[in-house]
């Protein structure tokens, strides 16, 4: 933080005990000579075990640093800074990236690859620095208090700094019509998110956003396929030197194991060199369960594999601690399913886990994605209703006039939470109409970054902005694994991997009726066929609402007790919201599967309300 005012170390060390659970292993704090610059640190000790204590200092650039990741293949850069001058007092990965600001600037970003949010104090400029990585892997909000920055990876760390804590009402509207947030958008008021690929500058009290890098895929024009003879190698070296940079910690490393592709290569990719042991959630007795087919995959790769079972009880009895320690809002159970996993993984020793994220990104790897390459077709549709449009849709056509044609994700989210509005307090839908929301989401992306690019592309850039950096990573990834101090690490997401691929013709990514048909070709040395032939299927878990109010038709207010806790917000309406229960207890399968996603958005945000706001203004 900093501020025209003495900081006290109080309100510092209050922030960062609310990240305690994101670093278990030791907090640290420093405040400028003149009092008015604080940082602080809550630790996760992954390298440098005895030594790496932040924040970091660099005394002869009056340079002070907080980092929270981890920066790869930075042995090479050490050496070249001790050979400018540079002394090293730890082994840390983070003392290499305060040096290389030192030595270069902003121009060190060039040489930072992996996953990160850092807060730099330059005591010559007397300037505060900000940045945060190319996805948005890891999390960095901020909220200016009149004279007073304050930053921190949690909104629940900036409310102990003295931020109030209540709704952004404009940002609710905007996930409860699309069920995302814009890039600079948090939940809360007087609290937003640094875009990933940006920087943050506050000089003489004066903040100046600035985006370093961005997807920037090419004009369809530039697109040229290219002979897979030599594009093949290419890339199996490439996603093979991303995992090795990854397995870098002075502890033991572990990968979580699906029954899908992407997970199955970094499992196997990782224990080629030296053994190590992956990890799976299974739901027995239901029909989604990968844990036989994880199973099925580690017998044949040789792998030990580790299944936590849950069923229904455990998932709605961890759902409302999954809600306070992620801070976000979910559309099935798997974010709870997720953190439980990342729960059992800790208690078993470890605190780095490898991960499958970013390689749909990548490659081409959704649904939506298949279906805005090649339209029709219904191989997913039991995937209608969250990542494929399912009954009535509203009206795009701002959209569609915008950007040429709107992504099949777009539409399905537009879908889902056009049946989420439904159960919304009309005076709240009038204040944010949907027409509103739209020119919103249009206004935050640049019309340079679309315009020319094919389809895919379009539909890749928006779903990335949107739905990588807006849910999957802060929420399901990154949101669940450090709620239980575990470090994910996502080779996929590797910056130099994405940008050789994204200069590829979406064709050649995939084929009609089979998604990420490049990354099968590149995976056949690593894995057996019966893995490489597998369908997609999104990490998902059981439908906890649907299974109530169906095991008991006549519980409907029970049920609402539990998922919809009185009192409600205001922008709920609660006699909508009785009467579409009532009627969802003896429903088609069919409404279900509708349905489900949309009452579980709102039961987030319920009981977000319940968890942070009650009492409190939503205003």
Known sequence: MISTEAIAMAQLAAGVEALSTRGPDGQGLWRSDNQLVGLGHARLATRDLAGGQQPLHCVQRQLSGVF??????????????QKKGYHFKTKSDSEVALYLYAEYGLDCLRFLRGEFAMLLWDGQKQELIALRDRFGIKPLFF??????????????ALW???????????????????????????????????????????????????????????????????????????????????????????????????????????????????????????????????GPLAQATADALGISLSTLQLDFPKLQQAML??????????????????????????????????????????????????ADLYPGGDRHSGLKGMHLPLGQEPDLSILEQEWGHVPTFIRAKAALCLRLRSLLNPDFCSAFPLLEMQKRLLAAFPSQALEGRHQL???????????????????????????????????FLD?????????????????????????????????????????????????????????????????????????????????????????????????????EPPLLLLSSLCQMHQLFFSNRSTQ
């Not at 909220?143 to 629940?156: V, Y």
């Not at 004066?206 to 040229?224: C, I, K, M, S």
């Not at 997720?338 to 490659?363: N, S, W």
């Not at 928006?462 to 949101?479: E, H, R």
């Open 321 to 370: 601690e999954t809600l306070r320690l992620t801070e976000g809002p979910s559309i099935n159970p798997h974010v709870t399913a997720r953190r439980l996993l990342c729960k059992d993984i800790r208690t078993k020793g470890y605190k780095v886990v490898l991960t499958g994220e970013g390689a749909d990104e990548l490659f081409g790897g959704y649904a939506h994605l298949l």
């Open 143 to 156: 909220s200016r208090q009149a004279d007073t920055l304050l930053l921190a990876s949690k909104a629940s």
């Open 457 to 491: 592309h379009q539909s890749l850039y928006l779903w990335n902005k949107l739905g990588l950096a807006g849910y999957i990573l802060p929420t399901v990834g990154d949101g669940a694994e450090m709620a239980e101090g575990l470090e994910g690490r996502l080779p």
């Open 495 to 595: 910056h130099l991997l994405f940008e050789r691929v994204r200069s590829l013709p979406p064709e050649q990514l995939m084929a009609p009726g089979l998604e990420k048909a490049l990354l099968r070709q590149l995976a056949q040395p690593w894995l057996p066929k019966a893995v490489l032939t597998r369908p997609k299927v999104p990490f998902l878990a059981p439908s906890l609402l649907s299974h109530s109010l169906q095991a008991n038709p006549h519980a409907q207010p029970s049920v609402q007790a539990a998922f919809f806790p009185a009192p409600l917000p205001e922008f709920v309406d609660a006699s909508a919201l009785a009467l579409r229960l009532k009627w969802l207890a003896n429903a088609q399968p069919i409404e279900h599967q509708s349905w």
């Open 68 to 81: 929270n990741g981890e920066f790869y293949g930075v042995e090479p850069l050490r050496a070249d800074l």
């Open 160 to 290: 102990a700094m003295g931020v109030a804590p209540a709704w952004d009402m404009h940002s609710l509207a905007q996930i409860c019509s699309f069920q995302y947030p814009l890039p600079e958008q948090s939940l809360f008021a007087g609290i937003q998110a640094l875009p990933p690929g940006h920087g943050l500058r506050w000089r003489s009290g004066q903040l100046e956003l600035f985006a370093y890098w961005d997807l920037d895929y090419p004009e369809t024009n530039d697109l040229r396929p290219e002979s897979e003879a030599s594009l093949i190698p290419e890339l199996q070296s490439a996603i093979q030197t991303a995992v090795e940079l990854r397995r870098v910690a002075d502890l033991p490393i572990c990968s979580y194991l699906s029954a899908g592709l992407d997970s199955s290569i970094i499992t196997s990719l990782l224990n080629q060199n030296a053994p190590s042991k992956a990890f799976c959630v299974g739901f027995p007795g239901w029909a989604g369960d990968e």
